[in-house]
């Protein structure tokens, strides 16, 4: 969510959207985005020559908002926090067709529908993320302010994920024994991750 600085996050894996969205609103927190569809296409050389080096390369078509995002390598602790570089941008498949010409090619595809959330006495940003493999809140913000809400929220810092929606997904595509699936996407109808 930085436009250009550190980003500095944790998830949280949440047994449903409903147990996410009263733990959010029993500790203050209000909607400030509603909830919208995101499709996230990350790119690539193909020998991923972003990724070996830890970087990523992302354009995120949320409702009618498109982004363009790069995030440097992380600094992975208590927290992953790395660069984050984002504008906005007109058109998705102009942006696909330029970064193909320039050797990228995408690598992944993820989708989500995700709520934002803040507290009226501010420090960061809650997201709470419906994605085909389960349900995640984000928190970013400083470390304090990310402690502070994790606490608030009724978890501890052994609850902490740092790992990306990649990483997750294949994490979890290895546990349901589906390791050609490719990308991260809702199958119409279910709901569920589908093989793809």
């Given at each position: 969510?930085?436009?250009?600085?550190?980003?500095?996050?944790?998830?949280?894996?949440?047994?449903?959207v409903k147990?996410?969205?009263?733990?959010?609103?029993?500790?203050?927190?209000?909607?400030?985005?509603?909830?919208?569809?995101?499709?996230?296409?990350?790119?690539?050389?193909?020998?991923?020559?972003?990724?070996?080096?830890g970087?990523?390369?992302?354009?995120?078509?949320?409702?009618?908002?498109?982004?363009l995002?790069?995030?440097?390598?992380?600094a992975?602790?208590?927290?992953?926090?790395?660069?984050?570089?984002?504008?906005?941008?007109?058109?998705a498949?102009?942006?696909?067709?330029?970064?193909?010409?320039?050797?990228?090619?995408?690598?992944?595809?993820?989708?989500?529908?995700?709520?934002?959330?803040?507290?009226?006495?501010g420090?960061?940003?809650?997201?709470?993320?419906?994605?085909?493999?389960?349900?995640?809140?984000?928190?970013?913000?400083?470390?304090?302010?990310?402690?502070?809400?994790?606490?608030?929220?009724?978890?501890?810092?052994?609850?902490?994920?740092?790992?990306?929606?990649?990483?997750?997904?294949?994490?979890?595509?290895?546990?349901?024994?589906?390791?050609t699936?490719?990308?991260?996407?809702?199958?119409?109808?279910?709901?569920?991750?589908?093989?793809?």
């Open positions: 969510m930085s436009h250009g600085g550190p980003e500095t996050e944790i998830k949280l894996a949440l047994a449903d147990t996410g969205r009263a733990l959010l609103r029993d500790a203050g927190f209000r909607v400030t985005r509603r909830r919208v569809f995101e499709r996230n296409d990350v790119f690539d050389t193909p020998e991923c020559a972003l990724r070996k080096g970087a990523l390369l992302r354009v995120r078509q949320a409702g009618r908002a498109i982004t995002t790069y995030k440097g390598p992380a992975v602790s208590r927290y992953k926090s790395r660069e984050e570089l984002e504008t906005r941008v007109p058109d498949a102009s942006i696909a067709a330029i970064f193909e010409r320039l050797g990228f090619r995408p690598i992944f595809r993820y989708e989500k529908y995700r709520t934002e959330y803040g507290h009226p006495e420090g960061g940003v809650a997201t709470l993320d419906e994605t085909p493999i389960g349900v995640f809140m984000e928190l970013e913000g400083t470390p304090r302010w990310i402690d502070h809400a994790a606490r608030q929220l009724g978890f501890a810092e052994c609850d902490y994920i740092t790992a990306s929606y990649g990483r997750l997904f294949l994490e979890w595509r290895h546990r349901q024994g589906l390791d699936a490719a990308n991260m996407v809702f199958d119409s109808g279910s709901g569920r991750a589908k093989a793809e």
